[in-house]
C-alpha cells in the first residue's frame, strides 16, 4: 500500500475540503466544473471525487447537459450520510437542533434550564447529544460535529471566560463535550454564531458591513467587517449589552451599573411591564413576550408605552455603536423581533434623530426574518464548516 508523507495527506486534505465546499456551494456539479471552480487539474478531481463518493460523503445526481460529448456525471453531497448538532445556550432554555450535511433540521427540542450552574447545563447538554447520538446511529458517520452558542466570552479554544446572564467563569466548555463524546465540537459567543445564522441566509451578500445586536434576556453583538466577521485583539469582542448608558443606574449582573442590557432587554421589558398590576392581573403564569405581544394587539396604551420606551433605549446604544463603527447595516436579531410592530418606529426616531448625519445617509436599520432562530442556524453551520473544512471523515493509509 502506498505510503503517503505528511505534507502530501495536508496537500489532499486540503485539496478535498476545497472540492467539498464547492459542491456544497454549486451542487450539482459536474467533474470538468469542479476543475473550473477548484483550479485543481483534472487527474486530481477525478481521483478525490470518486474518493469522496466511495467514502459515502457524496453521490451522484444523475447526468448533466452535454457540451457536445457525453453527458457529464453530477455530483451532490450524501446529506443524510452523517449529522450535526446545534445546540443554544439561554438563561431559562436549551435549544438543541440536528441537521443533515446539508444544514436541513430534521429534529428539534428544547428543554427547560431549572438552575444555571455549570454542572446542571452540561448535564443537560450531554442528555441532549446522546439523544440526538440515539436517533442517527443507523447513519455511516453519525454526528460528525457539535456547534454551541453560548451567552458570554469566550475565547479562541472555545472556554467559557464569564458570563455574567448566567454567572459562569472559567468553564472549559468545548473540551468537556469533545472529551464526553471523543466528537469535535465549537463553542462561541451566541451573538457570533446569531450573525453567521444570519449569513447563511444572506444569498445577496448584503451583510458585509453589518453591525448585528442580539436582544433577548440580554443583550450581545457582532460585527462583519469587509465581510469577515470581527472578533476582537483576544476573540471576546461583542459585549455591547454592558455599555453604560446610565451613570450609577441599575445594577448589572456583571457587576457594573448602568449597563444597556439593563434598560433595553426583553428582560428589562418583561420587568417593567410585570409592575403593573392591571397586566398581571390577567396572569396564571410568568409573563411572556408572546403575552406582551397579544396585550399590545389589543391597543393596551400602558404595554405599548412600554415597549416604544424599550426601542428608545435600543437606540441611545445603537447611536454610540453606529458613530464608532459606521456600519452599512444595523441587524436587530432574538426575542425582540416579536415586537417590532412596536420597536421599530420608536427606535428609528430616536437613532436617525441623533446619530451623526453622514453615519445615518446610508444606514439601513434591519428586523431578522430568523428571530431567535438565528443562533441554533448558525451552530449548526459552524458545525457544518468545521466538519468539512478538517477532513475528520478521511482516512489515508
Avoid at 53 to 82: C, F, H, N, V, W
Avoid at 87 to 92: A, D, G, N, R
Avoid at 132 to 146: A, D, K, L, R
Avoid at 279 to 303: H, W, Y
Wanted: charged share 25%.
Amino acid at each position: 500500500m502506498e505510503t503517503i508523507t505528511a505534507d502530501q495527506y495536508l496537500v489532499k486534505k486540503i485539496n478535498k475540503a476545497l472540492i467539498l465546499r464547492i459542491i456544497r456551494e454549486h451542487s450539482p456539479l459536474s467533474k470538468p466544473e469542479i476543475v473550473t471552480k477548484s483550479g485543481l487539474n483534472r487527474g486530481t478531481v477525478s481521483r478525490l471525487v470518486n474518493e469522496l463518493e466511495s467514502s459515502s460523503i457524496i453521490k451522484q445526481l444523475g447526468e448533466g447537459a452535454s457540451s457536445g460529448g457525453r453527458k457529464p456525471t453530477m455530483y451532490t453531497i450524501k446529506a443524510d450520510s452523517g449529522f450535526v448538532v446545534g445546540i443554544t445556550v439561554k438563561s431559562k432554555l436549551l435549544e438543541v437542533a440536528l441537521a443533515d450535511l446539508n444544514g436541513n433540521i430534521v429534529r428539534r427540542f428544547t428543554k427547560e434550564m431549572t438552575s444555571k450552574t455549570p454542572k446542571f447545563i452540561i448535564k443537560k447538554i450531554i442528555e441532549s447529544i446522546k439523544e440526538m447520538q440515539h436517533y442517527v446511529q443507523e447513519s455511516i458517520f453519525q454526528i460528525t460535529c457539535i456547534g454551541i452558542g453560548f451567552p458570554g466570552m469566550i475565547d479562541g479554544n472555545g472556554t467559557v471566560l464569564k458570563a455574567p446572564s448566567l454567572k459562569w467563569n472559567t468553564v472549559d466548555l468545548r473540551q468537556i463535550i469533545s472529551d464526553t463524546f471523543h466528537i469535535p465540537c465549537v463553542v462561541d459567543n451566541e451573538a457570533r454564531i446569531g450573525l453567521i445564522g444570519e449569513k447563511q441566509f444572506d444569498k445577496d451578500n448584503k451583510l458585509t458591513d453589518t453591525l448585528y445586536v442580539s436582544v433577548g434576556n440580554s443583550i450581545g453583538s457582532a460585527a462583519t467587517i469587509n465581510n469577515e466577521i470581527f472578533r476582537g485583539y483576544n476573540g471576546l469582542s461583542g459585549e455591547a449589552g454592558h455599555l453604560i448608558i446610565k451613570y450609577n443606574g441599575k445594577k448589572c449582573t456583571c457587576g457594573s451599573k448602568g449597563c444597556w442590557q439593563m434598560y433595553a432587554s426583553s428582560n428589562a421589558l418583561l420587568k417593567k411591564i410585570s409592575k403593573h398590576t392591571a397586566v398581571t392581573d390577567q396572569l396564571d403564569t410568568s409573563l411572556t413576550l408572546e403575552f406582551v405581544d397579544t396585550l399590545a394587539n389589543q391597543d393596551n396604551k400602558l404595554v405599548i408605552r412600554e415597549i416604544e420606551e424599550t426601542g428608545k433605549y435600543l437606540a441611545i446604544g445603537l447611536i454610540s455603536l453606529v458613530n464608532i463603527f459606521n456600519p452599512k447595516n444595523v441587524l436587530l436579531g432574538g426575542d425582540i423581533t416579536k415586537l417590532k410592530k412596536w420597536v421599530e418606529p420608536a427606535l428609528n426616531e430616536t437613532l436617525r434623530s441623533n446619530v451623526l448625519p453622514d453615519h445615518n445617509r446610508d444606514l439601513d436599520i434591519l428586523f431578522s426574518e430568523l428571530g431567535s432562530d438565528s443562533t441554533i442556524i448558525g451552530a449548526i453551520a459552524v458545525a457544518l464548516t468545521h466538519f468539512f473544512e478538517n477532513g475528520h471523515h478521511i482516512s489515508y493509509e
